[in-house]
């Protein structure tokens, strides 16, 4: 009968002499599996409820054999697949259905479909983590100490090793009968388990909560810096741990290059190209140029043939105008706007010439003109071609049009049935 | 402590502890590996070589980082190359490990006990190597924390209605479910070092590793009951897996990724390949470390066989795609499909298929099953083949797409070998340093095989 490891050998050398408290329980050993589920037939039906059986391996049978209960962990794992699959659900339907709505290709807000294999996996990892830590806790591990661990016995219950422990809280415990049990039930060797009476003994070292204190406090440091960077301004730049492509070698606009000759980064249009859109063929329309008679470019002096001249051009002249060009012109057109007046009563000087005076330039001028100088400007007046589009320029002219004429106006102007009512 | 040996007279004429040998041998067999005091020479060949290669890859990363992804032979048009390629070959490796130890538990092919530990591993550090190049193809990887769904500044969640995104839980899931079962089929057996360790310092490290495990029955009841359960979770999680990695293509618009057929035909891929590489470990492992007795002939040719049955599937898989690429009559998946076989990248092509197809068929002879050598060549064969297929499906479908215009070609540059290098030089670290430290053998598991398991029962 050689049942010695090699290593058992240097773990025998440990005191014997070791102090021994209050009994803990029995241990005895037995050669084979079948034995071993034999005995723990005896001592079930002997009446004993607090009593263990170890081995290398599970061993088959033993659960009937003891009467061990199955375990309620399927049921737990269930209800943690069950979560995991609502959670998962809840979670794509918070963030994309209703905390923040994201339409995907016109496709409905909340659709299922898309949402499976999240959830098969929010299933999958809860009822892994019921199953892993469900075992474990029903398990009472890890557990740090355990009074059997004291028998250089117990050590071989990972090896080949079959044991069965039996607790001295146990109603039916007594020494010498359930020794005698065990015997009968066909132990090779039966064994008392002291508990050891030093009480450092059940207790954790100081030194480990020291080490997990550190280590606890430590961790928080990188925490603490975020949250005082958060917290506070510098003036400082950042570090650039990660370039993020903030320094590329590349030309950005309105800056210098030397490679270039004259130094500048912008190259500004190529000649003979237009961008797209920006052909604007028609001249008159466009430019406010009439090449009727000889061909050569003249002002236009009527309004373009593609504008369709009607009130509701009138009035889109009237409110663009009182937008854009009243402010200094006047809502008469006499240059008394805001601005004029506001600067002179500061004691300043601000011309914005009179657009319906009768001997005036205006007057005079070809409505081609006119739409030129709404649309390049004059003298201070700055263009307004970024500003105003060129249907709502011509509307403009035509409702300075219309001023001039309103502001003009004579008895003549007046309708023949209505002169007598004014004077 | 006192001791009061009783030996029993009735059991003097049977020789006691005959059945406890057989169980003494599997854990020395299993533990002298991480108990001898020197692993042999050509551990530390194999590490130093595994390092090497390692840092190769650590440089090639850090240098892609700091100067973008522009280093790797990535273009406009072929935005996925071989880090896609590489994060998929590694996936599939992955999942033969998952496949041993569920899948063969699930059916109870009990010659899985064998090679199930070191298969798993083989999942854990394949995934830990395939999960680095989804990461690092981002471009800017230090915001890769923003996949994971939280409240933030931006006051943006992720897009969940994204393959990309069922990607992330669904690697996630898969690698914390890999690690969660490894390490609890090895808590026992973590004990088992632990009550045989020597040295104050590994008695502390097994025995925190081990949880106070005591193999109780008790005990022992729940813990069957939770790898059943693992078992049965991990199964759906490894098909669902790499179908969710086949989504990231299938539901693209582009010709040859648009199909249907890639669930299940990257699934076969990845089992075929997974056990390629279980079978390039596993054979030299075992001479090395002399497991002969403990990994049998039996068992590496039961794992032939399932290479050959997989080889079949995929080879199924390239007909299908090209039936249906002249059945459907869409010309553009047919132009794919021709510009695969025909076009520039041809020689990819058929190195995939003389790889996958043609060369495991040598399996059905025994006694290519038998000799190491030769499994292992047509091992690796097998693995050169499997990435070439994901090459070939990323490669050529990305090059000629739709717009002519667009076309281009694609060649690695240094920093795209060196960072595929350091993937398998980390890969094969771990697995090294598994090998040296960690119970290499489901050595409980192995027990309760065993004849012996049942001596003494009554039946």
Request: charged share 15%.
């Given at each position: ?6 290593h058992?050998?240097t773990?025998h ?15 005895a050993e ?19 409820t ?18 061990i ?13 069950f979560?995991?699959?609502l ?5 794509q339907?918070?963030?994309?259905a ?6 995907i ?12 294999p999240i ?8 009822s ?6 469900g075992?474990?806790i029903?398990n009472?591990l ?5 009074p ?7 050590a ?30 066909g ?11 030093r ?12 080490v ?5 406090v ?7 810096i975020?949250a ?8 400082e730049?950042?570090y ?12 950005k ?7 270039f000759?004259?130094s ?9 190209t ?19 008679g000889?061909g ?31 402010p ?13 007046r506001?600067?002179?009563?500061l004691g300043?000087?601000?011309l ?25 400007g004059?003298?201070?007046m ?12 011509w509307a ?9 004429r ?10 023949a049935d209505?002169?007598?009512e004014v004077? | 402590?006192?001791?009061?040996v009783?030996?029993?007279d009735?059991?003097?004429e ?7 040998e057989?169980?003494r041998q599997?854990?020395r ?20 070589v595994s ?8 440089y ?8 973008g ?8 048009t072929?935005?996925?190359?071989w880090?896609?390629?590489n994060?998929?070959f590694?996936?599939g490796?992955?999942?033969?490990g998952?496949?041993?130890s ?8 009990s ?6 530990r070191?298969?798993?591993?083989m999942?854990?550090f394949?995934v ?8 690092i193809?981002?471009?800017?990887p230090?915001?890769?924390w ?10 943006m969640?992720p ?10 839980f ?12 490894w390490f ?20 502390a490290?097994?025995g925190i ?23 049965a979770l ?6 669902s897996?790499?179908?969710v990695?086949s989504?990231?293509f299938?539901?693209s ?18 089992i075929?390949?997974?056990?390629a ?30 290479i050959i049955?997989?080889?079949l599937?995929?080879?199924l898989?390239?007909g299908?795609e090209?039936?249906i ?11 794919t499909?021709i ?9 990819a ?8 197809v043609l ?6 002879f ?17 693995n ?8 070939v ?5 990305l ?6 215009s ?7 540059t ?8 350091g993937?398998?030089g980390?890969f094969?670290?771990?697995f090294?340093?598994?090998f ?8 409980a ?12 029962k009554?039946?």
């Open positions: 009968m050689d049942k010695h490891n090699p058992d050998e773990a050398s440990e005191p014997a002499e070791q102090p021994n408290g209050e009994l803990y329980g029995v241990l037995f050669d084979t599996p079948g034995e071993l589920i034999e005995a723990a037939r005896k001592v079930r039906d002997a009446g004993y607090e009593f263990d059986c170890y081995s290398p391996f599970p061993v088959h049978g033993i659960d009937e054999a003891m009467g209960k199955r375990t309620i962990l399927p049921l737990l794992v269930f209800g943690g697949g979560t995991g699959l959670l998962g659900l809840l979670l339907w918070w963030t994309n209703y905390d923040w709505p994201w339409l290709s016109g496709k409905p807000i909340w659709s299922l479909p898309a949402n499976i959830g098969f996996e929010t299933t999958i990892l809860l892994v983590f019921t199953t892993f830590f075992m474990w029903l009472r890890p557990q740090v100490w355990h059997f661990f004291r028998l250089d016995r117990f071989r219950v990972t090896d080949d090793a079959f044991l069965l422990g039996i607790e001295a809280r146990d109603g039916k415990f007594k020494a010498e009968s359930t020794s005698e049990l065990l015997k009968n039930a132990a090779i060797a039966v064994e008392s388990c002291y508990l050891d009476p009480p450092e003994s059940r207790t954790v070292p100081k030194w480990i909560y020291a997990i204190i550190t280590t606890g430590m961790a928080l440091i990188p925490f603490a975020i005082k960077a958060r917290a506070s301004t510098s003036s730049p950042h650039h741990i990660f370039g993020d492509m903030d320094f590329q070698p590349k030309v606009s309105d800056a210098t290059f030397e490679l000759g004259d500048r980064g912008n190259r500004g249009v190529i000649a003979g237009l961008a797209r859109g920006s052909l604007n063929a028609d001249d008159t329309f466009y430019r406010g140029l009439s090449r009727a000889d050569n470019p003249s002002w236009l002096a009527e309004l373009p043939a593609s504008l369709e001249v009607d009130m509701k051009l009138l009035e889109r002249g009237r409110e663009r105008y009182d937008i854009y060009c009243a200094c012109h006047g809502y008469d057109g006499r240059g008394e706007g805001a601005i004029p506001r600067v002179k009563t300043g000087v601000w914005a010439r009179n657009l319906v005076d009768p001997q005036g330039a205006v007057a005079k001028m070809p409505n081609g003109q006119l739409f030129n100088t709404i649309s390049n004059f003298n201070t700055m263009g307004y071609a970024a500003q105003i589009p060129h249907r709502d320029r403009i002219v035509l409702y300075v049009r219309a001023l001039q309103a502001q003009n106006a004579g008895p003549q102007d007046v309708p209505c002169r007598n004077r | 402590m006192s001791t009061d009783l030996s029993s009735s059991h003097e049977r020789k006691i502890g005959a059945t406890r057989v169980f599997v854990t067999d299993v533990a002298w590996v991480a108990e001898s005091p020197k692993p042999p020479k050509a551990w530390y060949a194999a590490l130093a390092v090497s290669a390692l840092l190769l890859g650590v090639c990363v850090t240098v892609l980082f700091q100067r992804i522009g280093v790797w032979g990535n273009s406009n072929v935005g996925w190359a880090d896609i390629t994060f998929v590694w996936i490796i992955g999942h033969a998952t496949l041993i569920a899948v063969l538990f699930l059916t109870r092919q010659w899985r006990t064998s090679i199930n070191a298969a798993e591993a999942t854990i394949a830990s190597a395939a999960g680095i190049f989804p990461i193809h981002t471009g800017r230090w915001f890769a923003w996949m994971i769904p939280h409240p933030n500044d931006m006051g969640w897009q969940f209605r994204s393959p990309l995104m069922w990607d992330v669904a690697i996630s899931t898969y690698a914390i479910t890999s690690i969660l079962f609890m089929g090895m808590v026992p057996d973590l004990a088992t070092f632990r009550d045989r360790s020597t040295s104050k310092i590994k008695q490290i097994y590793l081990a949880l106070g495990w005591r193999g109780s029955a008790r005990q022992w009841h729940r813990y069957e009951r939770a790898y059943l359960i693992l078992a991990s199964t759906p999680l490894v098909f897996v790499h179908s990695v989504f990231d299938a539901t618009q582009l010709p040859g990724w648009h199909t249907t057929i890639f669930p299940p035909y990257f699934v076969a891929g990845a075929f390949s997974g056990f590489m279980v079978l390039t470990l596993m054979v030299p492992a075992r001479y090395l470390f002399n497991l002969k007795h403990i990994i049998k002939d039996s068992h590496i040719e039961a794992m032939c066989k399932i049955a997989t080889g599937m995929v080879g898989a390239y299908i090209f039936f690429a002249g059945y459907s009559g869409n010309l553009y998946e047919q132009f499909f510009n695969r076989m025909f076009g520039p990248y041809w020689w092509y058929f190195a995939m298929v003389s790889c996958n060369i495991p068929q040598f399996f059905w025994k006694k290519c099953r038998t000799n190491p050598y030769i499994i292992i060549i047509l091992c690796i064969f097998v050169i083949g499997m990435w070439f297929e994901r090459f499906i990323i490669g050529t479908s090059v000629r797409s739709f717009l002519p667009s076309w281009a070609m694609y060649s690695p240094f920093y795209d070998i060196g960072t595929f290098i993937s398998f980390l094969l670290t771990m090294l340093l598994f040296r430290y960690l119970p290499v053998i489901a050595i598991e192995v027990k309760g095989v065993q004849p012996e398991a049942h001596a003494g009554a039946h």
